[in-house]
Structures are given as structure tokens and as C-alpha cells.
């Protein structure tokens, strides 16, 4: 578990009221089960990923898969606010933003993270926003502090834009929307890129016509839009992001594509249906290791989404081994290209 959300753990037992945790990736290996709810508190969970608002969910904890969509919620409603500063600078400054309106006076919101997070930065910020004076806790190279509104508005809170879609220029007369909040927002991945690049010699490798295509952990739409240019009767597209899937569905708008067929899901689990076609970037890594876990999991979906005789293709960096992870689902596995930084793997039963 993040060491950071840890700290927050621990502090937990001895609040009281209203409380609420926002919870992105960094709260993944949280043991849900084993939270103990205080006495004379209410609990709930606001997280942008599918996976853990399921796992929080389960264990009776009150939980809303959104794209942290404060506005949900009343105005000086909250006792506390627990948060782990996001790798997201944008969501990090949205949720500060936001204590200054949600919370009661003697209210506090609790933040943990590192110094290289910004945690310093982050804990003046709020201390401006709420009028508070608090002190910076550090154990180790983990850092704490409670930060209580006293429920004078000195400081406005900052222009907020979050929630809103930015357009993305690829090309003449082709553009995407996307938002912080979903990986890569702001670009055009060059993996992703150089899959779709290979998307014609790709299909020139089946012997019928494929007509059903799935984005497997799609992001803002890219691979699923771009496929648009050939001849399928449906593309669907799915992501485990509350930013994602709302981005996706608009460019799937924009294209003239169905936005139905934006689903949102734990790496394709729960879907009904097979498809000729799986296309894959997955984020599989978890700093700066891969996250093998995490690809089985794609791996293990994928075997169970593609048709008979349909076939998937994945992009990874050079250096991950998915052709020996994807051994015990495929027998047939191939290189379909690669460059100095990504390869293309074609996957089969």
C-alpha cells in the first residue's frame, strides 16, 4: 500500500462527522474490507476508477464513480476531507479548491504525500485558501498535515477549469477532446500512434473481413476513432476512467461514432460479447517498473473478449516481455512491428 495513504489510515479512527475521501490510483491497494468505520462518522468515497469504487462498494463503504464532481455535494457539508496528492497536479488543485467550499468551519482537510509531489506547496496552498496556520509532519520521506478551515474567505479559490474538455490539434480536420485526469491528456501517445500507423498491414494479416473492433483501455477515444477509417459495423471502446470514458464518448460523438458503445470497465471484465479486433496500449507501468499484474489482467480479458478466430494487437515498450506474459492465453503470438521504442505484438488463439 502507498505509505502516504497509509498515514491518512491511521488518522481515520479518530474523526468523527461527515468525512470524505477522494481516492485515485494511488489508493489501488487499499484493503477496503479492513476499514473500520468510526463512531458517530459517515464515510464516503469519491474515486475516479472503476476498480476501486467496485472494491469500496463491496466492502459497504458509500462510493461514487465520477471524475470527482464536487458539486454533488453541499456547500459547508463536510468535517473532513481526506487526500493523497495526486500525481495530477490538476486534480490535486481541484480537490484544494473545492475544501474551501465543502467544508465546515473547524473543518480540516487531511493531505499526505511526498516532497516530490509537492506536498509542501500544496499544504500552503490550502492553508492560504482556508485561512489556516497548520504544521507539515514528515516520517521519513512521507509528509502529513491537517489543515482546519476557520471559515474566513481571505483567498478565493482559483479559476477552476478541471472539469472541462480541451481540444487536442492532431492534423488538419482531425482533432480529440480530452481533460486532465486521464493519462497522457494533452497528447497524442506515440505508442498509440504508431499502432494506428499499423493498423492497415494489421488487418491485411486476417483471411475474412473483421467487423467488430474493442479499444481496451481506450483513454480519450484515439485508437477506437482512428479505426473509424475502415469498415466495421461496431466499435466499442472501454476504460476503468471516469475523465476517460466521458472524453471518449464525445470524440466517439464527434466521429459519427455510437457513444453507447463507450463502457466503462475493469480492463474489459463484465463485458458481454466477443470481437474480431482488440486494440490494446495498456498502462502497465507503476513508476518506473512494469506492472505485470496488471498486464495479465489485460492479457486474461483479452483471451476472453476475442472471437474464435479474431486476433488483438497490443503496443508495449521494447523492454516488456508481454510476447513470454502471454503465453499461458495464446498460441499464437507475433511480432507485427516495432521501432527504437515501442513493438507490436499480434495476439490469437
Known amino acids: 500500500m502507498d505509505n502516504c495513504v497509509q498515514l491518512l489510515l491511521n488518522i481515520l479512527p479518530s474523526l468523527k462527522g461527515s468525512i470524505l475521501i477522494v481516492a485515485d490510483e494511488n489508493w489501488r491497494h487499499v484493503n477496503w474490507h479492513s476499514i473500520k468505520i468510526p463512531e458517530q462518522s459517515h464515510i464516503r468515497v469519491f474515486s475516479n476508477r472503476l476498480d476501486i469504487a467496485h472494491e469500496v462498494g463491496a466492502s459497504g463503504i458509500e462510493c461514487l464513480f465520477c471524475d470527482f464532481d464536487f458539486s454533488q455535494l453541499p456547500e459547508i457539508s463536510l468535517d473532513h476531507i481526506i487526500f493523497r496528492v495526486s500525481k495530477e497536479k490538476a486534480i490535486t488543485k481541484h480537490t484544494i479548491n473545492n475544501a474551501q467550499r465543502l467544508l465546515k468551519r473547524g473543518a480540516s482537510l487531511l493531505l499526505a504525500g511526498k516532497k516530490k509531489d509537492g506536498i509542501k506547496t500544496y499544504v500552503k496552498f490550502s492553508q492560504e485558501l ?35 474538455m480541451r481540444k487536442i490539434m492532431y492534423k488538419e480536420g482531425s482533432q480529440f477532446f480530452s481533460k486532465p485526469g486521464i493519462f497522457g491528456w494533452n497528447k497524442i501517445d506515440r505508442g498509440s500512434k504508431f499502432l494506428s500507423d499499423n493498423l492497415e498491414t494489421f488487418f491485411e494479416t486476417y483471411d475474412f473481413l473483421p467487423r467488430t473492433l474493442l479499444d481496451l483501455g481506450c483513454g480519450y477515444g484515439y485508437l477506437a476513432c482512428e479505426s473509424r477509417r475502415f469498415s466495421f459495423l461496431n466499435i466499442f471502446a472501454t476504460d476503468n476512467n471516469a475523465a476517460a470514458i466521458a472524453a471518449c464518448k464525445l470524440n466517439f ?17 463484465k463485458i458481454v460479447g466477443n470481437f474480431d479486433v482488440i486494440l490494446c496500449n495498456p498502462p502497465i507501468h507503476a513508476g518506473f517498473r512494469v506492472d505485470s499484474a496488471l498486464i495479465l489482467k489485460f492479457l486474461n480479458s483479452t483471451q476472453h473478449l476475442i472471437t474464435k478466430t479474431g486476433k488483438a494487437l497490443f503496443v ?16 499464437r503470438i507475433h511480432t507485427l512491428n516495432k521501432n527504437n521504442q515501442f513493438k507490436l505484438i499480434s495476439l490469437s488463439h
Open 130 to 164: 482556508l485561512s489556516s496556520t497548520s504544521k507539515v509532519q514528515k516520517f521519513g520521506i512521507n509528509y502529513f498535515s491537517s489543515i482546519v478551515s476557520r471559515g474566513i474567505i481571505k483567498n478565493e479559490a482559483q479559476t477552476d477549469n478541471y472539469s472541462h
Open 316 to 331: 508495449v515498450d521494447v523492454c516488456t516481455p508481454l510476447e513470454l506474459l502471454a503465453k499461458n492465453n495464446f498460441s
Open 253 to 269: 460523438n464527434h466521429y459519427g461514432l455510437n457513444a453507447a458503445n463507450v463502457l466503462a470497465t475493469d480492463a474489459g471484465q
